[in-house]
């Protein structure tokens, strides 16, 4: 079974920190993703990589930053957090040449930025 | 760009009941892939089902199945005999063939299976 884990289910920072958010597969996926989820706006896509050291905005990259070192490894980085980015944050993953381009997620960190 | 719209946010069903969510999305691509996810309270988010929009036969996973209407862009799903289990958020999303990964998601509905 694929495994996606993200480092914290539940985190609570201050305006003006600095935030990492981080996410591993453990399925050798080339593609991974980061989406935040908000009530009645369903799933948007912050950043994706289709490698290491690739990446490509989504609909919504303002006030975000990525890292991708390793393969297995994905990182959402919130430069300076404010409070309207508090939310619930979505890390998937996919393999590359799969044609159904089906994602699997992780169990999410909820976000409390105050 | 492409839409998708959950018009029902919430929606309730006895147990063992039938019950429909309605989506509708919007593209201007030919081929494309159409996906119900589901997200139980404090869990992971699964696939449900898949759809390939060049397959005109409606896809089906046990008690799940699609409607899909593709001249009406409409993608509801019915879960059959639903079960307590069934809680959560329903999302509809797509992705074109053309657009890669780039998946795009409903705003959900939250369907709540009642004893």
């Known amino acids: 079974d694929v495994k996606v884990t993200q480092s914290s289910r539940y985190l609570v920072k201050r305006t003006g920190e600095k935030v990492f958010l981080e996410c591993v597969q453990d399925?050798?996926?080339?593609?991974m993703f980061w989406y935040r989820q908000d009530p009645g706006l369903g799933l948007r896509l912050i950043y994706f990589?289709?490698?290491?050291?690739?990446?490509e905005k989504g609909d919504i990259p303002e006030g975000y930053s990525v890292s991708r070192e390793k393969k297995e490894r994905f990182s959402l980085i919130l430069e300076s957090a404010s409070t309207n980015q508090t939310s619930m944050y979505l890390c998937?993953?996919?393999?590359?040449?799969?044609?159904?381009?089906?994602?699997?997620f992780g169990p999410g960190t909820r976000l409390t930025v105050t | 760009a492409q839409t998708v719209t959950q018009s029902q946010p919430e929606m309730s069903v006895q147990e063992a009941e039938t019950v429909t969510l309605s989506c509708t999305y919007d593209?201007?691509?030919?081929?494309?892939?159409l996906f119900w996810y589901k997200q139980p309270p404090s869990r992971q988010m699964i696939l449900v089902i898949r759809?390939?929009?060049?397959?005109?036969q409606n896809a089906t996973e046990n008690r799940f199945s699609v409607n899909f209407q593709k001249a009406a862009k409409s993608f509801s799903l019915k879960i059959s005999d639903s079960q307590l289990g069934d809680t959560a958020m329903y999302f509809c999303?797509?992705?074109?063939?053309?657009?890669?990964?780039?998946?795009?998601f409903g705003g959900g509905t939250r369907v709540l299976v009642k004893p």
């Open positions: 998937a993953s996919n393999p590359t040449g799969r044609q159904s381009y089906e994602q699997y």
């Open positions: 399925m050798d996926h080339e593609n």
């Open positions: 990589s289709y490698d290491v050291k690739m990446k």
């Open positions: 593209t201007s691509e030919n081929n494309y892939y």
């Open positions: 759809q390939e929009a060049y397959k005109q």
């Open positions: 999303a797509s992705v074109p063939q053309a657009a890669g990964n780039k998946l795009t």
